[in-house]
């Protein structure tokens, strides 16, 4: 049994920030949750699924799409089984359905590399 479910999402205007989390849960990931990367993707309107970030499962590794460098920031509490996508500086094509993602292989930009999903959050940016 495994669950990912995330929170957070909301409308905001442009410039603004939001913090996604993603809580683990099930016997999948206790206590194993430090042995899955994990990966944020994100789904615009009539647009596929897209990476966005993902973070080792140390946490000492990470990668960002191009179009949020510098914006953007992954991090994961191993010991709560959460992980975080804070999103700063937010513009209008940041909107989309976030997704949060497991991975129990590596640290991957694919989302055919992940083995678990939540169900999504709305993040929606008013110009």
């Known amino acids: 049994q495994a669950q990912l479910i995330e929170s957070g999402g909301g409308l905001v205007q442009a410039g603004g920030s939001l913090r996604l989390a993603c809580a683990a849960s099930?016997?999948?990931?206790?206590?194993?949750?430090?042995?899955?990367?994990m990966g944020w993707f994100r789904q615009a309107p009539g647009k596929a699924r897209e990476f966005v970030s993902t973070i080792s499962r140390s946490g000492d590794s990470t990668y960002y799409t191009e179009s949020v460098k510098g914006r953007f920031t992954i991090s994961r509490d191993n010991g709560k089984n959460m992980v975080y996508l804070q999103m700063n500086t937010l513009k209008p094509e940041d909107t989309a359905v976030y997704y949060c993602a497991a991975n129990h292989r590596f640290i991957s930009r694919s989302e055919g590399d992940y083995d678990y999903w939540g169900q999504g959050t709305q993040v929606t940016v008013s110009s």
């Open positions: 099930g016997r999948i990931f206790s206590p194993y949750f430090s042995t899955y990367a």
